[in-house]
């Protein structure tokens, strides 16, 4: 009796695994394995940099030079309760005072209360264009691009966002806030177009382009604020404000800023994962960043997606921008970004290039910056450690075979690194 041979495997199938990594060997993998490699080298990462940042903090203080003079006792002692006050500081500029937010409950004074809750909000407010900038950083990774210019597409969005906010009147604000925010996004966009067309048709690297438009946007925006832009009431180089139909709601009063668009941050991180792990474009994408050549194999457009990739990121840079002109300025002024961009580099690696762990690293990136002002006036710590510990923590998440080696973990498997860039010239 003759047997039915045995079903060749789908050629298709196969390739599509081997494009996104999702082998037999993948699934089978130790699902610790996993978990080490996504979490466990982020969170040494940080913890390190902590390490390294009480030790930097401990040297840079005069007292504890002088308390080493006396004895190594004293010098320990007053490093160690350097060490604790300047964290615990930190802590409290991020998240909130709980003996001030204990107070405030029990008095009843809703001024005191929102004041004691303040640092708590503001610390969501901070993260906010972080989290539209990771996910720009991140979707480029994604495409297999390397999108530095996320702070032009920022500028160029907040520019596009503000004129539309101040310069269109007796529209209600369903239209004309959505009209702000699609503004932004496109000029964000525009300005990540053009390094991606680039890319994909001349092979010029989007690196080397996306910095010269960093310039350009910057001149770009110094010329409109000193000119066509600028306030007219206003011996200062800003724009007029924004209608109150452009604004993004506040949900208390003040002093909390707190607004609508880290939930908007939210919908839109929830939507740039749907896209990329839920979708057929999103799929296509991906294939193209992990391997070009075989997704130009598999009949992919390269040319497409290596434009859509940096259009899409430099789109997502650009609602950052908006963010800051409808929810915190509500006008657009010289150099208001204080390097989200630049930041966004460093929190899009240190969350693996996932929506999700880009949007808790921006939790915990808008906490370290909005910690750092309570850190400096409660310790006298200067808060370029902030900076410093961004700058161990993308250090240690470039090089992980540092961590590797200080932790005694195990390497990953051949090909479980994460995201491939493209190299030069490619």
């Known amino acids: 009796m003759a047997t039915n041979p045995s079903p060749k495997p789908d050629a298709s199938k196969v390739l599509v695994q081997e494009l996104m990594g999702e082998g037999p060997s993948q699934l089978t993998k130790s699902r ?4 080490a490699d996504l979490v466990l080298v982020p969170l040494l ?20 030079w002088v308390a080493f003079r006396d004895s190594i006792g004293a010098g320990l002692k007053a490093s160690f309760e350097l060490i604790v006050s300047t964290y615990a500081a930190l802590f409290a500029g ?11 409950l029990e ?3 809703p001024m005191a209360i929102r004041r004691a ?9 901070a993260s906010t264009p972080y989290i539209y900038g990771g996910l720009a950083v991140a979707l480029g990774f994604r495409g297999g691009l390397f999108n530095i210019g996320v702070e032009g597409q920022l500028f160029i969005g907040a520019i596009t966002s503000a004129f539309v906010g101040y310069s269109l009147t007796g529209l209600p604000l369903w239209i004309h806030l ?3 925010l699609l503004a932004g996004f496109a000029g964000g966009a525009l300005w990540g177009f053009i390094p991606g067309y680039l890319k994909a048709r001349t092979g010029a690297h989007e690196v080397i382009n996306t910095i010269m438009l960093n310039y350009i946007a910057f001149r770009l925006s110094d010329w409109l604020l000193t000119g066509p832009m600028k306030r007219p009431d206003s011996f200062n180089p800003v724009s007029p404000f924004i209608q109150d139909t452009a604004k993004l709601p506040r949900f208390f009063d003040s002093p909390i800023r707190f607004h609508a668009g880290f939930f908007l941050a939210l919908i839109v991180a929830y939507l740039v994962y749907w896209f990329l792990f839920k979708t057929r474009w999103g799929f296509d994408l991906r294939s193209v960043g992990a391997n070009l050549h075989a997704a130009r194999y598999a009949g992919m457009s390269i040319f497409l997606w290596t434009v859509m990739a940096m259009t899409l990121s430099g789109g997502l840079g650009g609602l950052a921008g908006s963010n800051e002109v409808l929810g915190v300025n509500y006008n657009l002024a010289m150099a208001f970004s204080s390097g989200y961009g630049f930041d966004s580099i460093a929190l899009a690696l240190l969350g693996k290039s996932h929506p999700l ?5 921006a939790l915990l990136f808008g906490a370290l910056r909005n910690g750092a002002t309570r850190m400096m006036v409660v310790s006298g710590i200067p808060i370029d450690i902030i900076s410093i510990l961004q700058a161990l923590i993308l250090a240690f998440i470039a090089a992980p075979a540092i961590i590797r080696t200080i932790y005694r973990l195990k390497a990953p498997a051949e090909g479980d690194e994460g995201i491939a860039l493209r190299g030069w010239g490619s």
């Open 32 to 35: 610790w394995r996993k978990i």
């Open 357 to 361: 762990g880009v949007v808790l690293s």
């Open 178 to 180: 959505p009209l702000t």
């Open 94 to 104: 991020a998240i909130g005072d709980p003996a001030k937010i204990k107070a405030a």
């Open 107 to 109: 008095s009843g004074d």
């Open 45 to 64: 990462s940080v913890f390190t940099a902590l390490l390294i940042g009480a030790v930097i903090i401990a040297l840079s203080s005069e007292d504890v």
């Open 117 to 125: 809750f303040n640092p708590f909000f503001e610390t969501l407010v």
